[in-house]
């Protein structure tokens, strides 16, 4: 129940967020302007750095304190949050740090894409966001934790109200004159009141208090351990998101617009990640539980093709959607200036297709602590992201950039992990993915036998593209009740939809 409950509260999450993105991203654009949103994204990605600091402890937090709630070891569960939010308050000073120093370095890095009065700009936007990035880094226990109790209507109601209380302040902020300075400064503000709330909640409501007496050192070498390979991860995953608009500032001569393109593709991608990413926070304690009984790799694999196929399914539809009316999407959304992000954005959504439908193997390698050769293999692929993109910049910068990420995430995400399942979960990854198209694929190939059509014949506009996406979704729905869909995953939706009823009577 609490998983089912988390995942839809994660929906629901996703989906403001999303509305957020389409209310709120055209007006600070055009508020701004492209190239002072181009240095404010630069200035955000440099400052998505910092989370590195973590060290993959976030993620072991809640697989510990998800093992200790199973095995009943209360005082273990307490030293085990002492010693990691012990850790987070030091990283959260080590981010500080790391943080002035990045704005010192910031008009030398990027002398070459920025103007001077740009590099000041971006250095002023850094320092508020790395405060930011402290606070959270330095509450990261708390946040983690609750997850790890499944409070899932918790963290997600707060990320919620925080979600709506930033659109209108920071539609407050712009038309007041303060520009990309109040979109941040917001941003920190309702950062600090949200964490403090999750340390509050921790503390008073769950009762779980640290306890830093009688630490083991084994303890600490197993969260180091565990922690370092996700950490390999965590640094493959932020180059293959972020290093792009880091090399098209140094790189490339006068890039600020550029940057504000590249960033408007990235930013639909972060959301098309939010859909397949919303499962993902709710999976681990279960997988631990699953994991924990010893289960045989057919029944691991019969998990996998399980949760794969709900996360294809609800994947499949958007990316189809935004191949066939994408381009217009943005052009109506953001504007005929910002036409060429859909490049960037097919691009890494075909390639994240992949590797969150699949993402339910690596919570596998996680709960076993068998994610070594994962993180190093990600970890080698990934830093030849950073030569290809390099050599491919100097081709098209745009393109370019996009395309080197794209082949990379293709190569370690998605061929290199396959190698992985299959030596360590013992599965087959034939049938896996047999397991998970089934059904499904038909009708996305109905989707788009429908779309194409509209899309070429019906004109455009913010009317007939909903109409568009709204046949599409219509025809995709339909194939997949009357053949796509298996019997488990009806009697889910069917019993989603009686609860929905049944709380729109009682009220």
Same mark, same amino acid.
């Given at each position: 129940m609490n998983r089912k409950a988390g995942v839809i509260l994660s929906y629901v999450l996703m989906v403001i967020e999303i509305l957020s993105t389409l209310l709120l991203t055209p007006f600070v654009i055009r508020t701004l302007g492209q190239a002072e949103y181009g240095v404010y994204k630069l200035a955000a990605t440099l400052n998505a750095y910092l989370f590195l600091l973590d060290l993959g402890v976030g993620n072991a937090v809640t697989r510990f304190i998800s093992k200790y709630r199973v095995t009943g070891d209360r005082e273990g569960e307490r030293r085990f949050f002492g010693v990691a939010s012990v850790y987070y308050l030091l990283i959260a000073l080590i981010a500080l740090a790391a943080g002035f120093v990045l704005v010192l370095l910031f008009p030398t890095v990027f002398a070459k894409g920025l103007s001077a009065e740009e590099a000041a700009l971006g250095q002023k936007l850094l320092s508020i966001t790395v405060i930011s990035a402290a606070v959270t880094l330095g509450t990261t226990a708390s946040h983690n934790a609750i997850s790890a109790y499944e409070r899932f209507a918790v963290s997600r109601t707060a990320s919620i109200v925080q979600i709506i209380l930033r659109i209108g302040l920071t539609f407050a902020a712009l038309k007041l004159g303060y520009g990309s300075i109040g979109v941040v400064t917001v941003n920190l503000i309702l950062t600090v009141i949200c964490r403090l709330f999750y340390v509050f909640y921790v503390r008073f409501a769950i009762g779980l208090r640290p306890l830093l007496r009688g630490v083991r050192r084994s303890l600490v070498k197993e969260i180091v351990a565990y922690s370092s390979l996700i950490f390999l991860q965590m640094i493959a995953t932020q180059l293959n998101s972020s290093v792009d608009q880091v090399l098209l500032g140094a790189l490339v001569t006068s890039s600020s617009v550029l940057l504000a393109i590249y960033?408007?593709?990235?930013?639909?991608?972060?959301?098309?990640?939010?859909?397949?990413?919303?499962?993902?926070?709710?999976?681990?304690?279960?997988?631990?539980?699953?994991?924990?009984?010893?289960?045989?790799?057919?029944?691991?694999?019969?998990?996998?093709?399980?949760?794969?196929?709900?996360?294809?399914?609800?994947?499949?539809?958007?990316?189809?959607?935004?191949?066939?009316?994408?381009r217009e999407f943005i052009c109506v959304w953001a504007g005929e200036k910002n036409a060429d992000a859909y490049i960037v954005s097919a691009l890494l959504m075909t390639a994240f297709m992949f590797?969150?439908?699949?993402?339910?193997?690596?919570?596998?390698?996680?709960?076993?602590?068998?994610?070594?050769?994962?993180?190093?293999?990600?970890?080698?692929?990934?830093? %030849?992201?950073?030569?290809?993109t390099v050599a491919l910049i100097q081709w098209d910068p745009l393109v370019g950039a996009a395309l080197g990420t794209f082949i990379s995430i293709m190569l370690g995400d998605v061929l290199v992990m396959n190698v992985v399942f299959?030596?360590?979960?013992g599965i087959s990854m034939l049938r896996y993915y047999k397991g998970v198209i089934k059904?499904?694929?038909?009708?996305?190939?109905?989707?788009?036998?429908?779309?194409?059509?509209?899309?070429?014949?019906?004109?455009?506009?913010?009317?007939?593209?909903?109409?568009?996406?709204?046949?599409?979704?219509?025809?995709?729905? %339909?194939?997949?009740?009357?053949?796509?869909?298996?019997?488990y995953e009806k009697t889910l939706v069917g019993s989603l939809f009686k609860k929905i009823l049944s709380l729109g009577r009682n009220k």
């Open positions: 960033g408007v593709g990235a930013q639909i991608v972060q959301y098309y990640q939010s859909l397949g990413a919303a499962f993902n926070g709710v999976l681990m304690p279960g997988v631990v539980r699953m994991i924990e009984a010893r289960p045989e790799p057919g029944a691991i694999m019969d998990e996998m093709v399980r949760i794969s196929r709900l996360i294809f399914m609800v994947l499949g539809i958007f990316w189809c959607g935004f191949l066939i009316n994408g590797t969150l439908t699949q993402s339910i193997g690596s919570q596998v390698l996680w709960a076993r602590n068998e994610h070594k050769e994962q993180a190093i293999l990600k970890f080698c692929v990934v830093l %030849a992201n950073i030569i290809l299959r030596k360590k979960i059904g499904i694929l038909p009708c996305l190939i109905i989707a788009a036998a429908v779309g194409v059509p509209l899309m070429l014949l019906l004109p455009r506009g913010w009317i007939w593209l909903l109409i568009k996406c709204f046949a599409m979704a219509a025809a995709y729905i %339909a194939a997949l009740w009357l053949f796509g869909m298996n019997d």
